[in-house]
Every structure is written in C-alpha cells, then in structure tokens.
C-alpha cells in the first residue's frame, strides 16, 4: 500500500494521468473490433446450390422465368424457403403443374452442392465464408475458426502474463500493437482458410497482450480514488469500439477492406505507445528503484508538483516500498496463487468467475446473426447498451460493493438468457430484447470484474494473476463458440450452458470472495490478510477480537472469513 502514498507525493491525479488514459483509451477503441470483426468477415450469407439452368447462361431456357426455374432446380428446405445444400439432380419439370406439392421429393432425387454454391450479395459483397465455402458440410468450420482466434487470446494472456514480469508492461505493449498490426493486415493475402486462421491466431496472441498491459498501466499508475472512474472508462471506450464496428462495417462490405480498416490504427498506435512510461510499481518490485525514480519525478514534473524533486529520493522510495520488495523476490510463481490459503481460495473462485463469463459472453455476441436480419444495427445496439452498462458501474461502484455488483449482474445475464429459451423464433423483437438485457449485464459484469480482480492480488503476483484468470476467462470463450457445434444434434445445449454457468459462478463469487470497496491496492500478501479490517458487513466482535489476546484463535477466524 506504500506506493500509493509515493504516487500522491508525485501529484495524486493529474496532466500525466490525463495523457496516458486518453492514449491508451485511443488505443482501446481499435481492441473491439478485433474481437468481433469475424461477426461480419465470417458472416454467412443467403446461399443455395449452383445449377446448371439457373447459372450457366447458354443453357437457361428462354421461356420459363428465374421463379420455375428455381422451383424445378432447387428442392424446398424445412422453412419453405429454397433449399441451402441440396439440389435436384435432374430438373423436376412436373412442378411446373400447378396442381403438384413441391415438398414431395425423396433424398435420392437429390444431391449435394457438388458444383459449389451461389451467394446473396445484397447484405456484402465478399465474405470469408462465401469465398471459401463455409457452409453445408463446412459449417462447423466457422466456430472453429472463432474457437483458434479466442486460443490465441488464451495462450498470448498466459503468455503475455509471465513475460510482462520480466520485461515490463511497456515494451510488451509496443511489441503486441505491432504484432497485430503486422498480423491482421496480412489475413488479406491469405490464399485459404487454413492461413487466415493461422494470421489471425497470431494477431489474437498479439492482441491479448495490448489488453493485459492496456488494464494493468491504468490501474498501477491510478490511485485508489480514481481507480474505478478510469477502469469505467475503459469499459465504456470498448462499447463505443463496438458501435464503431457496426458503423464501419456498414460502409465497407468487403471482408478484406474492412480487415485492412481495423488493422492498419494499430501501427499508428506503436509509434504512440513508446513515450508512456513503465510501471513505477513494477519497476521498484523487480529491483530497479532508480529508474522507478525517475519516472516518478518525470510524472511529478508533467503534474507541476516541483515539490517531488526534493520529497522524492532513492532512500525515501526504498524505505516504503521495503516489505513489498521483499514479498516480490519471495513469491515470482504462479504456483503462489495456490500455495497461501487465502490466495488459494480467491484464486479458484475468480477462475470460475472468469470462465463463466468468457464462455456466455462470447457464445452470445458471436451468434449475433441468430438475433436478426439487421446484424449491423445489432452490433450497434449491442455496443450502445454495453455502454450504458459500463457507464452504469461509475454510480453502482460508489455506492454498492463490488462482490454484489458482479454476482448480481452475472447472475441477470444468465436468467436472460435462459428466458430467451422460452421465446418462439418468429418473436424476434422480443428475443432481440433478452439478448440486449443480458449483453447490457455482461457491461456491467465484465467493467467491474475489471475493478475488483487487481483489488484482490498483491503487486508482486497482480499481473501473474491477470494473466493466469485472462487465460482461464479465454479457455471460456474458446469453449463458447465450439459448443454451438453440438445444435443441430443437441439444439438446447448451448443456449442453456451460456445460462446456468454464470448462474452458478455467481453464487460461489458472492459466499467465498471478500469485498473490496475502499480499500488501496494490496502491495504484500501480508495486506491481504489485513482486508477483512475494511469489509463494512464484518461484524465488529470478530475485529475486537482481532485485537484481543487470543490472537492465534483470531487469526484462524480471519482466515475463514477471508
């Protein structure tokens, strides 16, 4: 907790802090688009087989209109609508009879697609799927494609959360912005599914780093008071993000185009990103206390608090940071998360919470042509109550606790989502209204799981712990998207996995994790033993007895509590 007094004797809250929040919000804004670009590049567009009589010009016969010649060509598909991935194998001229049911064909009248398909090009022009071929027999391609993207954002957050301890936060985001840059930008050269897939597993390895360094920049150069305001922010720039997105994929319904707009920011932001300073904190934890100095005066100077030349001095700095530097060298392993009965217990409750999260948020924003014909104005309207949600938490967070906050909300989403269950699929609006109530609560869920999980960490395992619980929230969202392989078997399945996990994880957050509202950063595992002091529902016999003699008998109650 020392190192919050340093930061307020180098000017609390000031120009510094106003400048590195808007470059790193400006860079944000660019990170949704990421995300969810494949809701629009990978969307599936109205499709049925190539014919012969329909699409080959020398042979359409003059005499029957496009309307028979469909009739005759393509059977009728279980929504009376043309068949997607049959087709007849010879021409069925007696539908041509008025008095003749089109539904009475056989199997064997038919055949698959085996000339390829024809695509609606009304909503876009050129899509991933639509070029190579990613419906009928190769739906399931899709999700998996989803599913390698969200396992690079799994695999670069473990990554990315070791090497940041040993680099620091700030090389590692120049390096990610540009490797996603460089990455994304080259998916529009691929020549297959199998090379974009691959591009874009790297860009999202990349990507989970800028989201890693992004967070923990903002909360170790924030104080305590300003600490929720800033990650709302954060919150809020990933919404607006969002409706961009919808925006710019309107105006640009070339897969390779709209690839090319979402990539290309991130080279300007690594030319950017190379004058924000390192982490003050991390620097005096791995032993660097002289460059933690200076650029903990260079912040004194940008805030005009002159005074921090002669307060701030290499003994000053040492003598309060002593324990935390010590606890630092102690404990460097992930393993650490596990080994302390108090970490242990909120470091598995939090992987529950994350994954919950992960695997329902992902599973619903990726199915977003399931709500609705209009997906651009879906993606903007999913963003738009985003953002409400994430504003939202600037007022839930100064007067609620953050533990009720996130199982309250998590808990909402999921009930949504059930009650969305229940809804007939020719009720669209109403369907459309539950899927939006439950992306609202996930705004909420996942600003505040934002807030509240650095809270619960010491700074020398704080970023070993975002990165571990980032990697178990991405085996989440990895699992998400591959589920809804199991629908046309198991339709149910995923739409109630996406419900009744969060549900659960929001019972085990809300009986077996402290609250942390009020409290500074915890700098030692020693400081969060001490947090029971400052939860407001803890009955005050137990912290007199803290102070009583029977100190061993305390301890273990504290323990409990904790």
């Known amino acids: 907790m020392a190192f919050t007094e340093l930061l307020e004797r180098a000017g609390g809250v000031g120009l510094f802090q106003t400048l590195q929040v808007v470059t790193l919000l400006f860079l944000s804004i660019f990170v949704p688009s990421q995300l969810l670009v494949d809701n629009f ?79 609606d090009h009304s909503t876009f022009t050129s899509t991933i799927v639509a070029e190579w071929g990613l419906v009928c ?41 540009l490797q996603v840059a460089v990455a994304n930008t080259s998916t529009v050269f691929a020549s297959n599914f199998l090379a974009y897939c691959g591009l874009r597993f790297l860009s999202a390895f990349g990507l989970a780093g800028i989201i890693l360094a992004t967070a923990t920049l903002l909360v170790e150069w924030t104080t305590t008071c300003r600490r929720d305001f800033t990650m709302t922010m954060l919150g809020c720039i990933y919404s607006t993000g969002q409706m961009a997105l919808g925006g710019l994929a309107f105006a640009l319904r070339d897969w390779r185009a709209l690839q090319l707009a979402v990539s290309t920011p991130f080279f300007a932001v690594f030319l950017i990103s190379w004058w924000l300073p390192e982490s003050a904190r991390w620097l005096i934890i791995t032993g660097k206390p002289d460059r933690a100095l200076q650029e903990l005066k260079k912040v004194a100077r940008i805030n005009g608090h002159k005074e921090a030349e002669k307060t701030l001095s290499l003994e000053v700095l040492m003598s309060s940071m002593k324990e935390e530097v010590a606890s630092a060298r102690a404990h460097q392993s992930v393993l650490e998360l596990f080994r302390v009965p108090t970490l242990r217990r909120r470091s598995c409750c939090l992987c529950v919470t994350s994954f919950a999260i992960m695997f329902s948020y992902y599973g619903l924003v990726f199915d977003l042509q399931n709500l609705g014909s209009d997906i651009f104005l879906l ?96 085996l989440g969202a990895v699992t998400g998207p591959l589920i809804r392989i199991t629908h046309q078997v198991l339709p149910l399945l995923p739409p109630f996995s996406y419900g009744v996990i969060p549900i659960a994880a929001s019972l085990i957050l809300l009986f077996f994790v402290p609250e942390t509202r009020g409290l500074p950063l915890p700098d030692t595992i020693q400081d969060l033993e001490k947090q029971f002091l400052w939860v407001p529902s803890l009955p005050s016999r137990v912290i007199n007895l803290r102070r009583s003699k029977s100190h061993k008998l305390c301890s273990w109650i504290i323990m409990e509590l904790n």
């Open 137 to 177: 027999d190769n739906q399931s391609l899709k999700p998996k494609g989803q599913a390698i993207f969200m396992a690079g954002i799994l695999l670069g957050s473990l990554t990315w959360g070791f090497l940041s301890y040993w680099f620091g936060r700030k090389p590692m985001l120049s390096w990610c912005c």
């Open 379 to 474: 993606q903007v309207l999913f963003g738009a109550v985003d953002f409400l949600g994430r504003g939202a938490n600037t007022f839930l967070l100064r007067f609620f606790g953050r533990r009720g906050i996130l199982a309250s909300f998590q808990a909402m989403a999921g009930l949504s989502i059930l009650a969305n269950i229940l809804v007939p699929r020719d009720f669209q609006t109403l369907r459309v209204v539950f899927a939006v109530l439950a992306k609202g609560c996930y705004g909420v869920s996942l600003t505040c799981f934002a807030v509240y999980k650095p809270e619960l960490f010491p700074t020398s395992l704080r970023m070993t712990a975002d990165g571990f619980l980032n990697s178990v929230g991405r």
């Open 41 to 119: 590049s990978v969307a599936t567009p109205g499709h049925r087989c190539w014919v012969h009589m329909l699409d080959n010009g020398s042979e359409v016969p003059t005499n029957l209109t496009p309307k028979a010649l469909l009739a005759i060509s393509i059977p009728l598909g279980p929504n009376h609508e043309p068949h997607q991935c049959r087709r007849f194998r010879h021409p069925q001229w007696q539908l041509l009879d008025p008095n003749t049911t089109a539904t009475n064909w056989s199997e064997a009248a038919t055949e698959p697609c085996v000339d390829g398909w024809v695509y």
